[in-house]
T-cell receptor
Framework: AQTVTQSQPEMSVQEAETVTLSCTYD???????LFWYKQPPSRQMILVIR??????QNATENRFSVNFQKAAKSFSLKISDSQLGDTAMYFC??????????????FGQGTILTVHP | DAGVIQSPRHEVTEMGQEVTLRCKPI?????LFWYRQTMMRGLELLIY????????DSGMPEDRFSAKMPNASFSTLKIQPSEPRDSAVYFC????????????FGNGTRLTVT
């Protein structure tokens, strides 16, 4: 079974600064997908970014980018120019590309990010 | 696109009562998931369906929990009888089953069992 580990329970950053959230995962599969979701106080789960394991290029969505290191099984999220609205719990998640686990997400424990003015 | 719709948003009930949570997935999505979120255990997958058929229910904690998907636009998660330890936020999510499609989540139901 796959596991996802987020080793930082809480992080904080000043507005306009850059912050990086860490995520590692364990799998024996070669092909899979990785995601970051954001959960603000409203508790809605919002997709931030998606990465395909067979693509070496790191995914980017506006101020959000990832550093995907397949060999190290690491998938960190970088938030540039942090905004107050980025304050939320951030979850890293793994999805198999096939087999009996296809389609479902396995989540890490989450990192609470607070952006200070 | 209305997104995934869950009801109720909040539910408070007494121990021993039956609780039914409801979910309407995004139209056209063929996967539906029920997750539970607690402080202690984080986000856990309870059960998921593909084309209305349960694929994996290994996360359902006990026989008190049951889920159905009678058609492509509706699913229920039922707890009978409810217990205080069932208190959690329950999320429904749906996805289009193409490879790597992200899950789209509803706003969740916060269940409190007293």
């Amino acid at each position: 079974a796959q596991t996802v580990t987020q080793s930082q329970p809480e992080m904080s950053v000043q507005e306009a600064e850059t912050v990086t959230l860490s995520c590692t995962y364990d799998t024996s599969e070669n092909n899979y997908y990785l995601f970051w979701y954001k959960q603000p106080p409203s508790r809605q789960m919002i997709l931030v970014i998606r990465q395909e394991a067979y693509k070496q290029q790191n995914a980017t969505e506006n101020r959000f980018s990832v550093n995907f290191q397949k060999a190290a099984k690491s998938f960190s999220l970088k938030i540039s120019d942090s905004q107050l609205g980025d304050t939320a719990m951030y979850f890293c998640a793994f999805m198999s590309a096939g087999g009996t686990s296809y389609g479902k997400l396995t989540f890490g424990q989450g990192t609470i990010l607070t952006v200070h003015p | 696109d209305a997104g995934v719709i869950q009801s109720p948003r909040h539910e408070v009930t007494e121990m021993g009562q039956e609780v039914t949570l409801r979910c309407k997935p995004i139209s056209g999505h063929d996967y539906l998931f029920w997750y539970r979120q607690t402080m202690m255990r984080g986000l856990e997958l309870l059960i998921y369906f593909n084309n209305n058929v349960p694929i994996d229910d290994s996360g359902m904690p006990e026989d008190r929990f049951s889920a159905k998907m009678p058609n492509a636009s509706f699913s229920t998660l039922k707890i009978q009888p409810s217990e205080p330890r069932d208190s959690a936020v329950y999320f429904c999510a749906s996805s289009l089953g193409a490879r790597g499609s992200p899950l789209h989540f509803g706003n969740g139901t916060r269940l409190t069992v007293t």
